[in-house]
């Protein structure tokens, strides 16, 4: 009984807290579709909607890179550039092709979608740095994407108009996602995570901000209150704090244990969906969804390995 008790109070009290924090911290990133779902009731475009969420996060990125600044040594030339491209690569234009594929899907097929992102890292490894891919990754790969063609075949054969344009959309998120992490692995080792983020952040909302200010009048930033509300959900809720509470996860549960925790967050957002958007749930849907799960579960066993 001693034992058990300083386990709840001790290292297992922390292992549960980690765990916590990293499902609120998916829960809320997957809640992004759900926001930006909302704000495009208001008859907005993607470039807004994105220009609006990075309008409100900046500040947040912005004062942390600005302590990284003063706290760690200057960066190199050749890491400033990188950082750009890794900016404008995983969270400029992974960012925009979500948000302009969401207009045409379902927040389940968008999350669907976007979680296949571990699968498309290794299948670049093995492409460009000739890793080898066994038998159950292989296995786990081919349920995974299973998942995804049976949500997909459902929301075709619902009517959906579009489905096929905005499920290519999230594709090539998912597919600038994952080149981002391949080519910051290196990167996050000599600079740190919340240095490459905060510096990656802002980078990515200059690009966005600018990109409002080429293409619309500056006029569409009068917008009505819920306007404001939901993308202060959406920059502060949904993009900030998913960030630093994976971070945090990853500090007190391991990066193995919060990418699974991660797995609850296509199933929130198959759920919120239908709560807040009234988006149908469908056995389909849930069969996709549990073969997408299992898929993802079975390659991080896989790679942990």
């Known amino acids: 009984m001693k034992n058990v008790t300083s386990d709840l109070h001790g290292p297992g009290r922390a292992y549960l807290g980690g765990l916590a924090i990293a499902i609120g911290g998916a829960v809320l990133f997957s809640t992004k579709a759900i926001v930006v779902k909302l704000l495009y009731r208001f008859q907005l475009d993607a470039i807004t909607v994105i220009a609006f969420r990075m309008l409100f996060s900046l500040p947040v990125f912005a004062a942390i890179a600005l302590w990284q600044m003063r706290t760690a040594p200057p960066l190199s030339r050749a890491d400033a550039w990188r950082l750009i491209g890794l900016g404008l690569v995983g969270y400029y234009l992974s960012s925009f092709l979500d948000f302009l594929g969401l207009q045409y899907i379902t927040v389940g097929l968008e999350r669907l979608i976007l979680f296949l992102t571990p699968t498309f890292v290794l299948l670049a490894s093995s492409l460009w740095l000739k890793q080898h891919i066994g038998r159950r990754q292989w296995l786990s790969l081919l349920i995974a994407y299973g998942g995804i063609v049976l949500v997909f075949w459902h929301d075709v054969r619902g009517g959906g108009s579009n489905v096929a344009l905005g499920s290519l959309l999230v594709l090539g998120s998912a597919l600038a996602y994952a080149l981002y992490l391949l080519a910051?692995?290196?990167m996050v080792k000599r600079l740190g995570?919340?240095?490459?983020?905060?510096?990656?952040?802002?980078v990515s909302s200059a690009a966005c901000i600018g990109q409002f200010f080429l293409l619309r009048p500056a006029s569409l930033l009068m917008?009505?209150?819920?306007?404001?509300?939901?993308?202060l959900v959406n920059g502060i809720l949904c993009t900030v704090m998913p960030v630093f509470m994976t971070m945090v996860a990853v500090q007190r549960i391991g990066a193995g244990a919060a990418s699974q925790a991660g797995m609850v967050g296509p199933v929130s957002t198959l759920f919120l969906g239908a709560l807040i958007l009234a988006e149908p749930v469908?056995?389909?849907?849930?069969?996709?969804?549990?073969?997408?799960?299992?898929?993802?579960?079975?390659?991080?066993?896989?790679?942990?390995?």
């Open 282 to 305: 469908t056995g389909w849907q849930l069969a996709g969804t549990a073969l997408v799960l299992a898929g993802i579960y079975l390659l991080s066993n896989v790679k942990g390995k």
């Open 184 to 186: 910051s692995g290196e």
């Open 223 to 231: 917008q009505p209150l819920e306007v404001y509300g939901l993308s």
């Open 193 to 202: 995570s919340l240095r490459l983020v905060s510096y990656a952040m802002c």
